[in-house]
Every structure is written in C-alpha cells, then in structure tokens.
C-alpha cells in the first residue's frame, strides 16, 4: 500500500530565508504526489501536484517541489519565505483506487 | 461561487448524543469526501462518495455513516458519539474519476468535542 513520511513535524525559520519541507513516498506503483497546505483555522487548498512529465513541479505562492524517483522524494521547496506562509502542509499520495494518503503535518512557523 | 461549505463549524456533544455534519458544493462535482484530523496524523478518510449514489467505507469508517442526499450534499452521521470522535471534521469534493489525481477541495472545517 501507498504512504507518505513528513520527516519534520515542525519547520521554525526566519522570514526570508529558504526552507524545504521533506517528504518520502513508498509506492509500487505509479506515483501521483501532491502537497496541500493549510493556513489556520481553514480548511486545506492544493499548493501543487506531481502527474507525470518534469520532475520539477512548480505551484502557488512561490512554492516547488522536485519528484525523484530514486530516492522516493517529493521534497518542498521556497527560496524565500513570508510571513504569510505561516501553516501545517500536507504531503499526500494517491491510493490505488483514487484515495488521497495523508502524511502527519509539517507545521511551518516564519519568525520575523 | 461559495465552494465547500460546512455546517456547524463547532459542536460539543455528550457521549452517547447523535449528531449530523452537513455538507454541500456547489462545484457540480461528482465525488465528495469526509475526513477526520487528528494532531499528529494528518487526515484519515472517514467515507466517500464517488458519485451520486454510490458510498464507500475509507481508512476510519467505525462509529460513522453517510448519505450522499443528491450531487451537492453529502452528510455524515455520528449515532453514538464518543470521546474517541473528538476531532475536526473536513468534508472535500473533487470532480471526479477512478484516478484520482483531480484536486479536492475542501471545506472549512467542524471542530467536534465529546465530552
């Protein structure tokens, strides 16, 4: 069965500085991956998704991720983060059958 | 265009009380969803509804039903609450497909206390 590892529960930076939140994948099969984000008290929105094709997946607000096969990855990426981008992000794997697999949170907290 | 909407947005409960989360889009979507979050373990699937008339068991069915009333509402129904279903409800709506690579949408969000 499909599942997805968030290695860091919580992620605390500097405003303007880079971050990447990491996420690993297990799969037999083939691998559609997404990231969601959460501000509070909302409910989740999509920040991007990996189909098919390049393996750098460009989203919202600024935010990349990179699929790599070898290494089951599909880290996040911003080079440069707001104070805006205060939120829990979801990594999450297709399920054969269509479900969505939810990994457990990143909380990503920007300090000025 | 209001999207997913959640009603209520919070409730507290005694255990043993029943209750029913209502949910509706008006996206013209296809499937519907409702998920359970927990701190610590992201979102679980609860059910789901692939399309109009149709309701399937996800990860965390136990304790729950659904009815899937028409296209837009998709309701979840708690018959016996326990402490163990303290926990924020999100239902979510996606065009639909056995894929399942469509985006979901969600909504709001209901925060359930069972005391």
């Known amino acids: 069965a499909q599942s997805v590892t968030q290695l860091d529960s919580q992620v605390p930076v500097f405003e303007e500085a880079p971050v990447e939140l990491r996420c690993n994948y297990s799969s037999s099969v083939s691998v559609y991956l997404f990231w969601y984000v959460q501000y509070p008290n909302q409910g989740l929105q999509l920040l991007l998704k990996?189909?098919?094709?390049?393996?750098l997946v460009k989203g919202i607000n600024g935010f990349e991720a990179e699929f790599n096969k070898s290494q089951t990855s599909f880290h996040l990426r911003k080079p440069s983060v707001h104070i805006s981008d205060t939120a829990e992000y979801f990594c999450a794997v297709i399920q054969q059958g269509g479900k969505l697999i939810f990994g457990q949170g990143t909380e990503l907290s920007v300090k000025p | 265009n209001a999207g997913v909407t959640q009603t209520p947005k919070f409730q507290v409960l005694k255990t043993g009380q029943s209750m029913t989360l209502q949910c509706a889009q008006d996206m013209n979507h296809n499937s519907m969803y409702w998920y359970r979050q927990d701190p610590g373990m992201g979102l679980r699937l609860i059910y789901y509804?692939?399309?109009?008339?149709?309701?399937d068991k996800g990860e965390v069915p136990n304790g729950y039903n659904v009815s899937r009333l028409n296209k837009r509402e998709f309701s979840l129904r708690l018959e016996s609450a326990a402490p163990s279903q303290t926990s924020v409800y999100f239902c979510?709506?996606?065009?639909?497909?056995?894929?399942?690579?469509?985006?979901?949408?969600f909504g709001p969000g209901t925060r359930l206390t069972v005391l």
């Open positions: 979510a709506s996606s065009e639909g497909g056995t894929s399942g690579t469509d985006t979901q949408y």
């Open positions: 990996y189909l098919s094709g390049s393996t």
């Open positions: 509804s692939a399309s109009e008339g149709t309701t």
